[in-house]
């Protein structure tokens, strides 16, 4: 894993900009690269004056998003068919779709926002949302959000602290731990409020 991690600064740092947007896009449609080998290193190179800031968020962003709509249009266009064919065997069967489908519709934007700001799950949003057909405007625009915020903070952890390995592995499990903190709030404020609507809803509907 450090020689991978060394030969994706070694990329980024060779080709640049390119660089930084072919190692995103496979990060999101293949293989599930750790989006801080990346930007981290890129963050650093930035406080050296070795790449500019725009074009790195630029650069990533942009992978990012059509790394992830590669996944989101596999999984649209086959992600059915083989569930339909080999779900059985995945215990995925045809009325766990349906409860996908229903779930995306009415909150697929906040999955995919708070999905992408999560290590480990942001690499796998695309293929539910895909799945279930979401709004590919939308699906873009969450995830351009979201990615583009998590991105954000890992530039800057690399402009801060970048040259120094053992400060980023001592303060990147608190990092990851803010965000999800922060995205755990970010869920419970909005379960709260969509509850609210409901009963609001439901009162005029009585009324």
């Given at each position: 894993?450090?020689?991978?991690?060394?030969?994706?600064?070694?990329t980024v740092h060779s080709l640049g900009y390119i660089g930084l947007f072919i190692t995103m896009f496979f990060g999101n449609a293949l293989v599930p690269i750790p989006v801080e080998a990346i930007m981290i290193p890129a963050g650093y190179l930035v406080e050296q004056g070795e790449m500019n800031l725009l074009l790195v968020m630029a650069s990533a962003?942009?992978?990012?998003?059509?790394?992830?709509?590669?996944?989101?249009?596999?999984?649209?266009?086959?992600?059915?068919?083989?569930?339909?064919?080999?779900?059985?065997?995945?215990?995925?069967?045809?009325?766990?779709?349906?409860?996908?489908?229903?779930?995306?519709?009415?909150?697929?934007?906040?999955?995919?926002?708070?999905?992408?700001?999560?290590?480990?799950?942001?690499?796998?949003?695309?293929?539910?949302?895909?799945?279930?057909?979401?709004?590919?405007?939308?699906?873009?625009?969450?995830?351009?959000?979201?990615?583009?915020?998590?991105?954000?903070?890992?530039?800057?952890?690399?402009?801060?602290?970048?040259?120094?390995?053992?400060?980023?592995?001592?303060?990147?499990?608190?990092?990851?731990?803010?965000?999800?903190?922060?995205?755990?709030?970010?869920?419970?404020?909005?379960?709260?409020?969509?509850?609210?609507?409901?009963?609001?809803?439901?009162?005029?509907?009585?009324?």
């Amino acid at each position: 894993m450090e020689t991978f991690a060394s030969w994706l600064v070694d990329t980024v740092h060779s080709l640049g900009y390119i660089g930084l947007f072919i190692t995103m896009f496979f990060g999101n449609a293949l293989v599930p690269i750790p989006v801080e080998a990346i930007m981290i290193p890129a963050g650093y190179l930035v406080e050296q004056g070795e790449m500019n800031l725009l074009l790195v968020m630029a650069s990533a962003i942009f992978g990012d998003i059509s790394g992830s709509l590669f996944s989101y249009y596999i999984a649209r266009h086959f992600g059915r068919r083989f569930l339909f064919a080999y779900g059985k065997y995945l215990f995925f069967s045809h009325d766990k779709i349906e409860m996908l489908d229903k779930f995306f519709a009415g909150h697929g934007e906040i999955s995919v926002l708070t999905g992408r700001l999560v290590p480990g799950l942001r690499h796998f949003m695309a293929f539910p949302a895909g799945l279930s057909h979401m709004n590919v405007k939308k699906f873009v625009i969450y995830t351009g959000v979201g990615g583009g915020l998590w991105m954000s903070i890992l530039v800057l952890v690399g402009y801060m602290i970048g040259g120094n390995k053992a400060l980023v592995r001592h303060y990147m499990p608190y990092v990851e731990g803010i965000i999800i903190g922060g995205v755990l709030v970010t869920i419970i404020m909005y379960i709260r409020h969509h509850r609210k609507k409901v009963a609001g809803g439901s009162d005029g509907v009585a009324s």
